[in-house]
């Protein structure tokens, strides 16, 4: 059974941070590239950061890049979004997200989100 499990959201002032964990099971977590989306309120789900399988290469979206670091721990089956200087436009769900593209088929699975919260 595929789970992807969020965890480490919460409630935080502006300027703090907080540390996202994405614990994956059910697949082999080191073969799929790994990102974090968010969605705010009212808005559509948007990418926040990517870390390949192969190389460990990451890419950020312009909002986040400097603030916002993306890992992952392939012995612990486990993904992170270190997320510092905090803004209120922050606050959203965060979704942690799996891929693999293998020849013509493509698979990802989705985890439920945690809600982060940036506000004095």
């Known amino acids: 059974q595929v789970q992807l499990v969020e965890s480490g959201g919460g409630l935080v002032q502006p300027g703090g941070s907080l540390r996202l964990s994405c614990a994956a099971s059910g697949f082999y977590f080191s073969t799929y590239d790994m990102s974090w989306y968010r969605q705010a309120p009212g808005k559509g789900r948007e990418l926040v950061a990517a870390?390949?399988?192969?190389?460990?290469?990451?890419n950020y979206a312009d909002s986040v890049r400097g603030r916002f670091t993306i890992s992952r721990d392939n012995a612990k089956n486990t993904a992170f979004l270190q997320m510092n200087s905090l803004k209120p436009e922050d606050t959203a769900v965060y979704y942690c997200?799996?891929?693999?593209?293998?020849?013509?088929?493509?698979?990802?699975?989705w985890g439920k989100g945690t809600l982060v919260t940036v506000s004095s």
């Open positions: 997200n799996a891929e693999v593209i293998a020849g013509p088929h493509r698979m990802d699975y």
């Open positions: 870390i390949t399988s192969a190389s460990g290469s990451t």
